[in-house]
């Protein structure tokens, strides 16, 4: 009994779920969904397959778990890289840096979430909770590109827009390293980095050129 009762305590201890999570997370970005299954995910752990089912009753919802231990690290590692600077145009910046060190040139964090677009495809579930995630990004976004146009270090534009834009490119980066790993290569950082940024530039140019033109039709008008 008491035997008994000491399992149950370590199967159910706080920290087994997160703890499972994160191995589910290391093995799938290493070996893909398909080639990971969940005795290899308990012994990554250094726990029993009878303790993983405590918390977790298949693959399934060890990748849901996983996914959310992305989205965590995620979360946080971004606020830690942005902390630095209270300037609105400087931490847009980091976080550009951030989410290209993180999403492009990070091979384990690129696979696994290049994974995870192949799986939403099939899976409802799947695809609600990189949704949400994703909701959370461009929101993240939103409100550093917002800040910025507030303090006059960007030009007032549909910040909502060009977010959905610059997080487009990033997806295709993704893919695109698939089949041209040179540019998920340190190198390329900076390169890609004053791309995506580019996005909120070439817009405040557009929105001046198009403003210049609409001020020469009134004065054809007028004439």
Partial sequence: ????????SRASAPHMP??????????????????????????????TKGSLYWHYKNKKE???????????QW???????????????????????????????????????????????EDADVRASWSQ?????????????????????????????DVDLMLEAMEGLKLRAGFEPHIA???ERLAIVEGLFGVFQHSAVHAVQKGGASARRRRVVKR
């Fill in 185 to 187: 290569k340190p190198a």
């Fill in 133 to 161: 995630f994703y909701d959370a990004v461009r929101a993240f976004y939103v409100r550093l590109v917002t800040s910025a146009q507030r303090d006059g270090s960007l030009p007032a534009c549909d910040a909502r827009r």
């Fill in 18 to 47: 997160p703890r499972l999570a994160q191995s589910a997370f290391e093995l799938f970005a290493d070996n893909g969904f398909a080639n990971v299954n969940l005795d290899q995910i308990a012994g990554r752990a250094g726990v």
């Fill in 75 to 121: 979360q946080a590692d971004v606020q830690t890289a942005i902390a630095p600077s209270p300037e609105p145009f400087e931490r847009l910046r980091l976080a550009l840096t951030f989410s290209v060190d993180s999403c492009v040139i990070d091979r384990r964090n690129r696979l696994f979430t290049t994974g995870i677009f192949m799986l939403m495809q």
């Fill in 62 to 72: 060890l990748i849901l778990a996983a996914c959310q231990h992305y989205y965590r």
């Fill in 1 to 8: 009994m008491v035997i008994m009762k000491t399992v149950l």
